[in-house]
């Protein structure tokens, strides 16, 4: 009987555990990270203002996301400019020409 009472506990608290485990796997993005920012530039403007007006009142974290995402917009992913291979290649520099003396 007692053993039975103990194992219906343990199986309730395991299935509370599950339960907030994968609640927790399951989070929205936050509205203040960089990538909801990226896509978000009103939020983003919003943000920006606040951080320019009070930085201590909106903390560092907040304001490193805004510039973050900031820059990203601007740069972009990151990824190299390759020219594509159809481009001819330049051309060997001439050589300088020298006038006569007169």
Known sequence: MV???RLRRLTGCLVVYLAGVVACG??????DSVEFLV???ERLQVLR??????HAKV???VCNAVSEAIRR?????????????SEP???SPRSPQTKAAP
């Open 59 to 61: 903390g560092d974290a």
């Open 73 to 85: 917009r601007f740069m972009g992913t990151g990824t190299p400019y390759t020219p594509s291979s």
């Open 26 to 31: 399951e989070r929205a993005p936050s509205q």
């Open 3 to 5: 053993q039975s009472l």
């Open 39 to 41: 896509e978000h530039p």
């Open 49 to 54: 203002a606040q951080c320019k007006a009070d």
């Open 89 to 91: 290649s330049p051309s």
